[in-house]
């Protein structure tokens, strides 16, 4: 059976979420890894595939092409700015996003930024929407600072999102998180979300469970994975169970299927 | 509680800031009772019964009675309003605007990707329209720049902040967004202060307004506010209130009485 607890966003209810979460975890074998190998090479591509969460959460329905924009850009740089932010304690969070966004523009001067990436997209824009940027930027790193500080357990900021290839299936699967809190044998992840959480928010928090289990070295799962959306006061979270991982990895590989259907339906 | 200050202050900002000293303690257990109450109370106004669409109350549902018409409520006048949010949200973050307000506001409304039905009728505004709201808006961002203040960097300004809440098993829904929250909920006293703009004078609406985003703040985040201003670009008037459980109770019941306006059976 399937785990979801539903919950006020306080900084009690996100204590208790942390500090209850259970502290045996599941673990993925390397028959798990085959098994979801073999399924991914079974639906056929003739393109990389990138799945997540979202993609899952939208049944596999494509969004458009990919643009930047402020609202794109904020969760990046507003998680390296609270990075810095915890890092150097006299700096504000203002300062932390323009330090940021500073070190984005000299991978540019210096030829390390590739066409298309975020800091081609920051060097290429006017002084008006670069204060939106920043304004983003400190919106979101200031709801992932408050959440940080509601805890009573050592945390950090996610250093990256967990990314995971998918042997020999042109597949690769990627895992938002944004802090990990709790002891480094058992932690849990934190994901921040705008807006309010929808009917498939829970499949989309198992999905991320179990990415974040397939990159662990050992396969080990977090113990629970808690999803905050600030905006609507709620937190979800699902347990590090196996069976929590089968639903997440079946939601994975049926995205995939629906994301080709759609596709044959395009090219008929 | 309205406070009455010995002397007026520079700015808004500092207006915003209030005495320190005079702070109240953090009040985190209200929120559950004014949840209460509101579920109550739309129980009473809808009883049982499901519709297909959930009735959305937002901040303008409150600011204007249904049976009267507000100009600026108006495609321009919204769009209006939209522009100098946006000079807001740059201001608050140290960016100059004043010298090209309007393109820089227009600039960012682009990026921003929201309000595209807005930013049609700005396309379809011929020369004279457009030079009319670009005087405009530049008016208001020099009152808006004049009378603000900087807002100081540390206070982490949250702009443009997006609140949803779902009532009554989400046949109810209440959005909101505040153009600048500032302060921490962190801490034993309480700091948080919601600022609203707004290129209308000040009226009755705008009160219900303020009592509004208190009490959505409140359900959103179990904490209740430090105070909620409105500022007027067209006036160059400021309100602030501190928010207490009254304040809240009667925003409470002016909610009620939007639901049972939009869609209540009785």
Redesign the interface.
Known sequence: MTTLLHR????SSLRALVNDAPRERATLTDDHRRSLTARFRAVASSEHRRLDAWLVERAGQPSGPFNW???TARRLIGNAASRRSVARTDL????AVDDEINDQLLRVTSGYARGGSLAYWLSG????????V??EA??W??STL?AA??LDVAWTVAPSDAYYDVAAARTTLRGRRDLIVGPPDAPAIVRLR???PGKSAGPGLRVDLTIEALTNPEGRAPSRIIGLW????VSLAVDGTMDDLRAGARDLVRTAVAQRRQRMVLAA | MTTTTARSPHSVVEALRGERAARPRVD?TSAAGLRGELEDGLFQVLGTITKSEPITVRASSLRQAHHTTDLALSRTGLLRGMLVS?LL??M????V?VEHAFN??V??LR???RSLDLLEHLGQLDNEERARLATDVTAHAVTLSRSMGDVP??W???????????LSGGRVVLRDVVDLVIG???GDVASIVLFDLTTSPLGEGAERVLRYHALVHT?????VPLRSAMFSTATGELWTRDVDFEMLMRSVHEVLGVVEELGGVA
């Open positions: 006020r966003y306080t900084a924009s402020p609202v504000s969070l203002g300062a824009i006017s002084g008006p929407v670069r204060g939106l920043v304004a400190i919106n790193a200031s408050e500080r509601h705008s807006g309010a600030p905006d609507a006061g | 985190t946006q949200r740059l608050s973050v140290g960016v605007v820089d506001a600039d960012t990026c921003e990707g960097r540390h982490s300004p949250r702009t443009a902040v997006p609140a949803t809440q779902r921490s909920s962190g359900l959103k985040t179990s904490i």
